[in-house]
């Protein structure tokens, strides 16, 4: 059987295949992202001890009294450093979510041609080791979303390659989330209401914790409890612009846990993975069929959907 295992009802595929049969692999994945918008890859290559130590670091750093934190609080945008709880909103909710993140930009160096977008990032000092650990996530996830990209490139007839030079200077974030125990029982917030992710994909470690739900083809929530060491990723908004909505992206939530498991912390690490600043989004033309007329006739670049997309979720 070439899909390894099940997770829900989302595949999951083997990324060992990637260096013997990478073609197939290809369009299986495709398959994946058409039907649900979410695929789950084992042996990704992700460095155990790489993903417990950034697990590690943010923990510590939630953990630190609130006057600690807000010194670390994140600039307009929200883009690097701490945005505290009861901040960011689901586009079109009313009410906040009930989480707290951290996040953390791509390290320009020297050469940054776009300064005031691809931002430098805060590093807490009360965390040892937090820059090093996170930076160390950080790279081994933007390498591995690259392999992914080829993947999709391949699966929609895009050169294997089409998406390297396209992310390489991206303004991609890893958000570390805390999602502390629910304290009123009767809230009507949930930990992350149904939401579209913003970026090109998004790759999510800690899917082993409950919580995280889709909406499937036939309006039905399915959890997504992914079997241990995988990772889940998925489509987000400008992959669905780009491809025509031949990959959607797929609604999600995280859910607040029922009975004592309310009492519980959930921590989660998403990496929304993006295209250069400059990247024109800009409808894929074979994509585009007589069945499938082209729904985005004007195009637009990616930090300026971003930034329409960071104004409706509150965080600008
Ligand atoms: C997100 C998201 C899921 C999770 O931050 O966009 O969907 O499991 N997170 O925390
Ligand atoms: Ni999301």
Redesign the pocket.
Request: proline share 4%; glycine share 8%.
């Given at each position: 059987m070439t899909v390894a295992a099940v997770a829900g009802q989302v595949p999951v595929l083997d990324l060992d295949r990637f260096g013997t049969d990478r073609r197939k692999l290809a369009e299986e994945a495709g398959d994946a992202y058409r039907e649900f918008g979410f695929c789950g890859f084992i042996n990704h290559g992700l460095p155990a001890q790489v993903i417990d130590d950034a697990y590690e670091i943010f923990r510590q750093f939630f953990a630190l009294p609130d006057e600690v934190k807000q010194r670390y609080r994140s600039t307009a945008g929200g883009q690097r450093g701490y945005t505290p709880f009861g901040i960011e909103q689901a586009r079109d909710q009313s009410i906040p979510d009930l989480?707290e993140?951290w996040h953390v930009g791509r390290e320009m160096g020297e050469e940054n041609p776009w300064p005031d977008i691809l931002e430098p990032n805060f590093w807490p000092v009360e965390v040892p080791g937090f820059e090093t650990k996170a930076n160390a996530l950080f790279q081994s996830l933007d390498e591995l979303g690259k392999r992914i990209l080829q993947l999709i490139a391949m699966s929609i007839g895009l050169a294997p390659d089409w998406f390297d030079e396209r992310v390489a200077r991206g303004n991609s974030v890893l958000?570390a989330?805390h999602?502390p125990p629910i304290r009123d029982k009767d809230t009507p917030a949930v930990?992350?209401a149904r939401?579209e992710?913003i970026n090109l994909i998004?790759l999510?470690i800690?899917?082993s914790?409950e919580?995280?739900q889709i909406l499937s083809r036939d309006d039905t929530w399915i959890p997504?409890t992914s079997i241990p060491g995988a990772i889940?990723v998925?489509i987000g908004d400008m992959m669905k612009r780009l491809t025509n909505h031949v990959l959607p992206s797929t609604p999600?939530?995280?859910v607040n846990p029922p009975g004592a498991k309310s009492g519980e912390p959930?921590?989660?690490?998403?990496f929304?993975m993006h295209p250069n600043p400059d990247f024109l989004i800009e409808t894929l033309p074979h994509c585009i069929s007589k069945e499938r007329p082209d729904l985005y006739p004007s195009p637009i670049t990616a930090n300026e959907f971003l930034v329409e997309r960071l104004r409706e979720i509150k965080l600008l």
């Open positions: 989480k993140f958000r989330i999602y930990r992350a939401h992710d998004t999510l800690g899917s914790e919580g995280l997504v889940v998925n999600h939530r995280v959930r921590y989660s690490i998403p929304f």
